[in-house]
DNA sequence: CTGTATCCTTAAAGATACTG
DNA sequence: CAGTATCTTTAAGGATACAG
């Protein structure tokens, strides 16, 4: 799919792989440890794990034997998009109760992640547009021009 | 399970959930345009809309016949979930050439999101913890004196 | 401890045809 | 147009036992 969210999702897009790159953030690093916090099967975790690696979200080191799985920086950048489903979950599927809250290194919990633009404005929901970007091809294109991508943009609606 | 993050992807971590929530996002609202846009099967896409409208991240509108699903407001609210696993894909698995960027109402690219603390603040990946919240059970609590959540803070490592 | 190897059961997804 | 109803196929996940 000529698509980053897409993208994105098939790297991380899957229910327990989210879980246990949360859990490495926390400091998780064994096997067994990724195995009790979360209760999913070895075999599961084993599948999840060698993936997360060949995609180089998370590296093994340690021995063989007995290795230490880590983040990456690809899986440390992914800190804002867990923090903002953290938190949307923590709004609305907690009902504003949330049972962990992220925070900062002294304890502080963390404001909601913000939208903003070039110039530190928020943009509300509404705002969002999508453009081609450099990397569309023919099809992206003419997606676009086709119908503007569903709903015209000011420039078009003028 | 005691988790935002897992509740959160209760509602929105399928496959196909965050793609046809992009698509609202862009102004999709009829089934049919959900469908040839994602080119999912039917009795999928259905089933997806259905669980959505329950869930309230969207709703639907119009005609029994020929209904509009919009985002409800918690919906909206997954902005900076969604922006944020965009452009992560951009930055990492679309090679920094994305097909389609997000921008805001102008067409400005918007620059990558931040996680920052009560003072404004960048956090890096590193500085982040987790600790329990008001609405921590005690099975939570329990987890958290039990090994400090795999890693101790600065608090507990000092 | 860290997996791999099977087996088994269930769920998910697509294709297709049909209905209001 | 917007689904529903079947049917079929495949994949995913858990349980268990075993191995290095």
Same mark, same amino acid.
């Given at each position: 799919?000529?698509? @980053? +969210?897409?993208? /994105?999702? !098939?790297?991380?897009? *899957?229910?327990?792989?989210? %879980?246990?790159?949360? &859990?490495?953030?926390?400091?998780?690093?064994?096997?067994?440890?990724?195995?009790? @916090? +979360?209760?999913? /099967?070895? !075999?599961?975790?084993? *599948?999840?794990?060698?993936? %997360?690696?060949?995609? &180089?979200?998370?590296?093994?080191?340690?021995?063989?034997?007995?290795?230490?799985? @880590? +983040?990456?920086?690809?899986?440390?950048?992914?800190?804002?998009?867990?923090?903002? %489903?953290?938190?949307?979950?923590?709004?609305?599927?907690?009902?504003?109760?949330?049972?962990?809250?992220?925070?900062?290194?002294?304890?502080?919990?963390?404001?909601?992640?913000?939208?903003?633009?070039?110039?530190?404005?928020?943009?509300?929901?509404?705002?969002?547009?999508?453009?081609?970007?450099?990397?569309?091809?023919?099809?992206?294109?003419?997606?676009?021009?086709?119908?503007?991508?569903?709903?015209?943009?000011?420039?078009?609606?003028?």
């Amino acid at each position: 799919m000529n698509c @980053s +969210l897409a993208r /994105a999702l !098939n790297d991380v897009g *899957d229910w327990w792989t989210l %879980l246990i790159i949360r &859990d490495a953030f926390l400091g998780a690093q064994r096997f067994s440890e990724f195995q009790r @916090s +979360l209760g999913l /099967a070895r !075999n599961t975790l084993s *599948d999840r794990l060698e993936r %997360l690696c060949a995609a &180089d979200v998370m590296m093994r080191a340690g021995t063989p034997a007995r290795p230490l799985y @880590s +983040l990456t920086e690809k899986g440390r950048a992914l800190a804002p998009a867990l923090v903002a %489903l953290q938190q949307w979950g923590d709004q609305f599927a907690s009902a504003n109760l949330p049972p962990v809250v992220v925070t900062d290194r002294c304890g502080r919990p963390l404001p909601r992640l913000k939208v903003v633009d070039q110039d530190g404005a928020e943009v509300d929901p509404e705002g969002l547009r999508f453009a081609p970007g450099p990397g569309a091809d023919a099809r992206t294109h003419a997606r676009f021009q086709a119908h503007a991508r569903f709903r015209p943009t000011p420039a078009f609606r003028s």
